[in-house]
T-cell receptor, first 111, second 113 residues
Framework: QKEVEQNSGPLSVPEGAIASLNCTYS??????FFWYRQYSGKSPELIMS????GDKEDGRFTAQLNKASQYVSLLIRDSQPSDSATYLC???????????FGTGTLLAVQP | NAGVMQNPRHLVRRRGQEARLRCSPM?????VYWYRQLPEEGLKFMVY????????ESGMPKERFSAEFPKEGPSILRIQQVVRGDSAAYFC???????????FGQGTRLTVV
């Protein structure tokens, strides 16, 4: 079982729609979860962190965490073409709390 | 407040040469992580360092690769006797604590010819 699983996509949504990105993780002991955005040829950029079960909202972004199901998601409301990028799920896991990444989901927002 | 600084941004090496990649963490950050990314692939963890200590090197190849984070100066990822398969983007991230958010530098694109 992979440590972090994400659907590689591409996930295509029309402009203005809600984009839903999902991630499952294997380490039940993990307490810290993150979403990064990476544009092609650029470095990852942190967009959300979440540490407690439930929802966390920041502008058009909402992160959702369910530790019992080992599931974390990211909702992007009113999607814009500029949101088109690869979204990477990450968590701190293992004995050393290293930061582990999924392979990412490619999001394409169609104008 | 300067972000994570990596240099060089682009590095070309011939097969058999050594590559040295440098990473200066954000001010106040003492935890550094190195990742390798091949085109169209995810970020592969290589090594996690704290000042003067290697915390986790479970992702580092056993040969030719080494990393350090001295008391003074940047973290260095060193690749000896490079081969074509080492061509990739190498990213460094830093965090102030072992449990919180980490921020990335711009990366070093290594090309081995």
């Amino acid at each position: 079982q992979k440590e972090v699983e994400q659907n590689s996509g591409p996930l295509s949504v029309p402009e203005g729609a809600i984009a839903s990105l999902n991630c499952t993780y294997s380490d039940r002991g993990s307490q810290s979860f993150f979403w990064y955005r990476q544009y092609s040829g650029k470095s990852p950029e942190l967009i959300m962190s979440i540490y407690s079960n439930g929802d966390k909202e920041d502008g058009r972004f909402t992160a959702q965490l369910n530790k019992a199901s080992q599931y974390v998601s990211l909702l992007i409301r009113d999607s814009q073409p500029s949101d088109s990028a690869t979204y990477l799920c990450a968590f701190r896991g293992g004995a050393t709390n290293k930061l582990i990444f999924g392979t990412g989901t490619l999001l394409a927002v169609q104008p | 407040n300067a972000g994570v600084m990596q240099n060089p941004r682009h590095l070309v090496r011939r097969r058999g040469q050594e590559a040295r990649l440098r990473c200066s963490p954000m001010k106040g950050h003492s935890h550094v992580y190195w990742y390798r990314q091949l085109p169209e692939e995810g970020l592969k963890f290589m090594v996690y360092l704290q000042k003067e200590n290697i915390i986790d090197e479970s992702g580092m190849p056993k040969e030719r690769f080494s990393a350090e984070f001295p008391k003074e100066g940047p973290s260095i990822l060193r690749i000896q006797q490079v081969v074509r398969g080492d061509s990739a983007a190498y990213f460094c991230a830093s965090s102030p604590a072992p449990t919180g958010e980490a921020f990335f530098g711009q990366g070093t694109r290594l090309t081995v010819v």
